[in-house]
């Protein structure tokens, strides 16, 4: 199902505004007001193109798009990452059925907020290719400084930072509007040299076709594709930007693309990501739950995993096991920091506590919880360059879990909720 499939069959969810808006502040400020609605503007003011955001806000909807239960979202993306497959190949894609010119100031880019660099991609998934590993796909955000040039955010150690220092420059494509199975296969952390597109397509199969200018395999149903080359060489000022955890990130100096094509579809729609948004940390987050499920999975069972926004889907984990010796909290907290190396916060709760709740966590941590026995503390590890608390020369952090579980056995104290006697209320409201 491709990106515009899924927003045909969400339509009756989906707000449309048709009174023009601006792309600069405007249509982000707007997103952030009705988040998690989702919103299609239909009349930009500076282009005749669409624009669509708040589309992928909670895990229910990516549910939705895989046809499984919330529960087994996590599951349903581990087995692709386990179990890859290859994409479909077509000749002829449509995201390639218009040839623009290039001029980045052209397209829908959003500026969100006044201490922007200037205007971001965000939502782009970024495809580039090594001689010895082959594809990678992974999100970069990109700031446009010129009518064919951007700066690329490139993060340190990422498998696009590898090519790059390796290669010196490389092809690469832009693609804007997939659908979630590749927005999440583009977050995970896999092993070098596995293509992500693999993943995407054992999620839900989809068609891939031969960009326009470069020898790379893209999306064939994508919105938009933007084809070029980045430098190492050639660098630029990137940001201020606002991130994942909602706060200013400061001005680095970057790696250039410079753009020799764009193609999209026809009457096209741009995928608006909000930065720090409750869909920007689904996308980021989701990902990493399974990395976390299988390596707690590995010393205790484990039967979910939700890094929630309340932690920027990114510094916190909620772990639910299946405690079977008193040691396990503490061996599941320690396997969680394994499985995501940028969590901050792990608490681990047992069976009867939805993990989707604040509300029963936090009674789990009231009811369930002393700090000098039930405590983690592992002091001055690297974290995450994303904690503004970290350190700034080398990101260390101080990581904690909480062990949420009840012991397996109490002298006298119940540590279960009691429940009521379950009743059917309809013949106190149904008239007789």
Known sequence: MSFRDFLEQRSSEILHVQKPISKDYEIASFLKQVEPQPVVFEKIKENAYQVAGNLFCTKDTIAQYFSVPRQQVLHHIAKAIACPSTPAYVGSPPCQEVVADVNLFNLPILKHFIEDGGPYITSGIVICKHPKYGQNLDFHRLMVFKTNKMAVRVVSGRHFDTYLN??????????????PNILLAAATSVALGVNELTIANSMQPFNVAKAMTCDLLIPAEAEFVLEGRVSRFERHSEGPFVDLTETLDVIRQEPVMTVSAISHRSNPIWHALLPGGLEHKLLMGM????????????VVPCKDVSINPGGCSWLHAIVQIEKQVEEDGKRAILAAFQGHR????????????DIYDPLSVEWAMATRFQGDRDLVILPRERGSSLDPSASEENYLTCRVGFDLTKPLSSKGKSFTKVKYPPISIEKWLNPA
Request: aromatic content about 6%.
């Open 287 to 298: 990902p990493r739950e399974p990395t976390i499920f299988q390596s707690v999975n590995q």
């Open 342 to 353: 940028s969590l901050k916060h792990v608490f681990v709760v047992d069976q009867d506590i």
């Open 166 to 179: 390796e290669l010196g420059e490389m092809e690469v494509t832009v693609c804007i509007g997939a659908p």
